[in-house]
């Protein structure tokens, strides 16, 4: 009953930036805590930064300083802004509804080349 579509990402240099941008379905988007995840190869996926309702933000401490996550909810799309890239970075990166996710994008794939 909710759809995630997850979009943005790609291949960049370390250093560089990349912005994520998560489209959710329905109309309850605006009452919901939403999060980023990502998964690297052979790895768990890991929380990366979350924000609620309100727009209160949390961020694993690996990405503090460097990602922001933000939401607008006109447009039902939470996003996921990266600079400073590195590229332990790389991973496939998931969007995620309420905490604990109850749903999850389909993922959208960002390699950081050193």
């Known amino acids: 009953q909710v759809q995630l579509v997850e979009s943005g990402g790609g291949l960049v240099q370390a250093g560089g930036s990349l912005r994520l941008s998560c489209a959710a379905s329905?109309?309850?988007?605006?009452?919901?805590?939403m999060g980023w995840y990502r998964q690297a190869p052979g790895k768990q996926r890991d929380l990366v930064a979350t924000?609620?309702?309100?727009?209160?933000?949390n961020y694993a401490d690996s990405v503090k300083g460097r990602f922001t996550i933000s939401r607008d909810n006109t447009k039902n799309t939470v996003y996921l802004q990266m600079d400073s890239l590195k590229p332990e970075d790389t991973a496939v990166y998931y969007c995620?509804?309420?905490?604990?996710?109850?749903?999850w994008g389909q993922g959208t794939q960002v390699t950081v080349s050193s």
């Open positions: 924000i609620t309702s309100g727009g209160r933000t």
């Open positions: 329905g109309s309850i988007f605006r009452f919901i805590d």
């Open positions: 995620s509804w309420s905490q604990p996710p109850r749903y």
